[in-house]
């Protein structure tokens, strides 16, 4: 994203003393470098910290990039007083204790963020593990995650051995050293020194040896200045590319559906007077389902409530209707088989809900995991019946199919077969706009019911102004695809 590139960018400027001016009276960052040596020094003959093993003058071929003038390079040993890491184990947690046992992932933008994962320990193993934190501590993650940066503020904790702290000496800004940290330059180093394939580990040697592009204090503090100024833009910029990048992602779907909904009011296409009346269709409809009850291959069912204006949710043309869905197709679930019916090989296919990709605009299924025996005794669906997820998660996704051959759907999965089979692509479509969402009950297993579909209102034009809506969908939908 730009707002990364450019916070990447801002902070590498920062740290080489391009995005401040540099001014003759800061002074000489190497009379810094001076008064820390001396402290450092002072505090080594107190006791009050141990003296460490020098390490190798910065060479040429180590200096990453050019500096100011009257900056210097230092390694983070030499204006530190200590340098460590937590503990290498795992302390007694005791869910009652007063102090927090922290790594890594918890050092979030400058703070030390307790979690509720976080483990907590007693007094005595505070005392046991405790480290010489203070006002100039600064904590940085070194294993696992590298460079989660925070400051020290007095929070009860003992460390884990992904939390590196080291004490600031002299007039070193806690602020300038996180911009240091949080930079490319510092993951790089990191990375470069890291260890480990599956888990990166920093080692505190590395960290000791890591080279400081040193300011004079007064340039420190108009680096923290314009940085706190700018970081507020660069977040608000990333907010506006994220939502951006939301709106791309959900847009050719708000396409897909706003078209689909065009296409079920009659609003996509022409209406033309020699379509005739879907009054005529929805008779010989009847007449159809009215035939199958008479040959036994479907049950006569209770007859559906009638609909009332309130029950219409839009518009349509004069020569559509508004029908249940149940009054024109079948509407049921498919069923598990006996285990003992299911082969390797066989001529009938067995189709899950896991069979049907959510790609909804490919109206046919895919291969069958699973295929029945030429014996199995139970009811089979016909080829060309619209199935759709009843139970279970699927439910909230647009997994809808159509079906090519004899098969069976398990009992999570609902079917509908049109009467009228040249309805069968209109109808399909108007499964695809239809959110199940809206339509099941329970929390556990989230079911739609065969009821309730049935009952649901469909509007049907004329077969011919089917299917110029069935033809233009299927030209503009697949442009609504490639969008994603």
């Not at 107190?46 to 990039?65: M, N, Q, S």
């Not at 895919?366 to 439910?395: D, F, H, M, R």
Request: aromatic residues 8%; neutral net charge.
């Amino acid at each position: 994203m730009i707002a990364e590139q450019l916070k990447k960018s801002i902070l590498q400027a920062a740290i080489q003393g391009k995005l401040t001016q540099q001014l003759p009276e800061d002074g000489d960052a190497r009379d810094l470098l001076k008064e820390i040596r001396k402290e450092k020094a002072r505090l080594i003959q107190e006791g009050k910290i141990k003296k460490e093993k020098p390490l190798p003058e910065i060479t040429e071929d180590e200096v990453p990039f050019e500096i100011p003038d009257n900056w210097c390079w230092v390694r983070l040993q030499g204006i530190t007083s200590e340098i460590g890491d937590g503990i290498h184990g795992t302390p007694i947690y005791d869910d009652n204790g007063g102090y927090y046992f922290i790594n890594g992932s918890n050092l979030v933008n400058g703070k030390i963020e307790i979690k509720d994962s976080t483990k907590k320990v007693n007094i005595r193993e505070y005392e046991k593990f405790k480290k010489s934190l203070g006002e100039a501590t600064v904590l940085v993650s070194i294993n696992g995650t590298l460079g989660n940066v925070s400051f020290y503020n007095n929070e009860k904790v003992i460390l884990g051995k992904s939390a590196c702290y080291f004490n600031l000496i002299g007039h070193v800004l806690k602020n300038y050293i996180k911009i240091l940290l949080a930079s490319g330059y510092f993951l790089d180093y990191s990375i470069e020194n890291a260890t480990g394939s599956t888990i990166k580990n920093v080692s505190l040697k590395a960290i000791r040896m890591f080279q400081i592009p040193l300011p004079p204090v007064l340039e420190q503090k108009r680096i923290v200045e314009r940085i706190e100024e700018l970081l507020p833009e660069i977040e608000s910029l990333k907010n506006d590319e994220t939502k951006l990048e939301e709106l791309q992602k959900s847009f050719p779907k708000k396409m897909k559906d706003a078209i689909l909904q065009y296409a079920i009011q009659g609003k996509l296409t022409q209406q033309l007077p020699e379509d005739g009346d879907a009054r005529d269709l929805l008779k010989e409809i009847q007449k159809e389902k009215a035939k199958l009850i008479k040959e036994g291959k479907i049950k006569k069912e209770k007859p559906l409530p009638e609909i009332t204006k309130d029950e219409i949710p839009f518009e349509i043309p004069e020569n559509w209707c508004w029908v249940r869905l149940g009054e024109i197709s079948d509407i049921s679930a498919g069923t598990t088989p006996d285990r003992k019916y299911i082969i390797a090989k066989g001529n009938i296919p067995y189709y899950k809900v896991s069979d049907m990709n959510t790609q909804g605009n490919d109206k046919y299924m895919g291969i069958a995991q699973e295929y029945l025996s030429e014996q199995y005794p139970g009811k089979l669906l016909e080829p060309y019946t619209i199935i759709y997820p009843k139970n279970g998660g699927a439910v909230f996704t647009n997994k809808r199919r159509i079906t090519t051959d004899k098969c069976l759907v398990d009992l999570n999965t609902g079917y509908c077969k049109p009467y009228n089979s040249n309805c069968l692509d209109y109808l399909f479509y108007w499964f695809l706009m239809l959110d199940l969402v809206n339509y099941y009950s329970g929390t556990a297993l989230p079911t739609v019911s065969a009821g309730v579909i049935k009952n649901l209102l469909i509007p049907i034009p004329p077969l011919s102004g089917q299917n110029r809506i069935v033809s233009c969908l299927e030209k503009l939908l697949p442009l609504c695809e490639e969008l994603l």
